[in-house]
């Protein structure tokens, strides 16, 4: 990363991170992700990558679901949405 790079970070708005911060603030930048927050990893200026916050996950029984009655539609619509 470049000089100043701490202002420039405080600077920016939200938080980026290089492969140079990845290594040197590992604990800083997974603490703002597991705050639901998406990080980008920039490369030379140009973003190379994403960290994301996991997605929630639920588990439902076969039975529960069934009882849902959910269209296809609506599956494919919902795992278009977390893909996004």
């Not at 980026?16 to 920039?42: M, Q, Y």
């Not at 959910?70 to 599956?75: E, G, R, V």
Request: proline share 4%; no cysteine; charged share 25%.
């Amino acid at each position: 990363m470049g000089l100043n790079t701490g202002y420039m970070l405080r600077k920016l708005r939200g938080i980026k991170a290089t492969l140079t911060d990845v290594a040197r603030d590992t604990k800083r930048i997974f603490r703002h992700v597991s705050g639901g927050n998406s990080v980008p990893v920039t490369d030379y200026g140009e973003v190379v990558a994403t960290i994301k916050p996991a997605a929630p996950r639920v588990v439902v029984s076969m039975e529960e679901f069934m009882r849902t009655n959910i269209s296809d539609a609506a599956i494919v619509e919902a795992v278009h949405e977390a893909n996004d």
